[in-house]
């Protein structure tokens, strides 16, 4: 929204999407559209925007799998679909805590994701687990196009 792009926020918490509204308009950031909305049914009409993120969201849904295929639905042609997500790990309290419904993925899994959604020219980049605080996992970001 800062470079003047267009963002569609969607959340199925009404309380995140509040929290959202307040943010955009506390740093005075236009042009973002809020939608309550499923990852397994997004509220976006088929190609309707020229890409698609998911931020730390997978690890809390039911089916990853099912969400990248909306995803994929989502984007345009040649648009891009990316994943941020933890690497599977052995983090317990993050299910005790956060809620998670997954202890993070392995690189073959989030692979089949994206390949199963029809996406192309699949990448996945991994991270070290960051150093100090909290004892969090190793992170990755995954990204695909859908086919032109």
């Known amino acids: 929204a800062r470079l003047g792009l267009r963002v569609v926020a969607i959340d199925s918490s009404p309380r995140m999407l509040d929290?959202?509204?307040?943010?955009?308009?506390?740093?005075g950031l236009?042009?973002?559209?809020?939608?309550?909305?499923?990852a397994a049914a997004l509220p976006l009409a088929e190609g309707e925007v020229d890409a698609a993120?998911?931020?730390m969201v997978v690890q809390y849904l039911?089916?990853?799998?099912?969400?990248?295929?909306?995803?994929?639905?989502?984007v345009r042609p040649g648009g891009a679909v990316v994943v941020?997500?933890?690497l599977h790990h052995e983090q317990e309290w993050m299910?005790?805590?956060l809620g998670v419904a997954w202890l993070g993925f392995t690189a073959s899994e989030v692979a089949g994701w994206f390949q199963e959604a029809g996406l192309v020219d699949f990448r996945l980049e991994t991270e070290p687990a960051p150093a100090g605080g909290r004892d969090l996992p190793a992170p990755f970001i995954a990204s695909g196009r859908r086919p032109r």
């Open 19 to 27: 929290a959202a509204r307040e943010k955009a308009e506390r740093e």
């Open 84 to 86: 941020v997500d933890f």
């Open 62 to 74: 039911a089916s990853p799998a099912e969400a990248l295929r909306e995803m994929a639905r989502a």
């Open 95 to 97: 299910r005790q805590e």
């Open 30 to 38: 236009a042009g973002i559209e809020l939608r309550l909305g499923d």
């Open 53 to 55: 993120l998911a931020h």
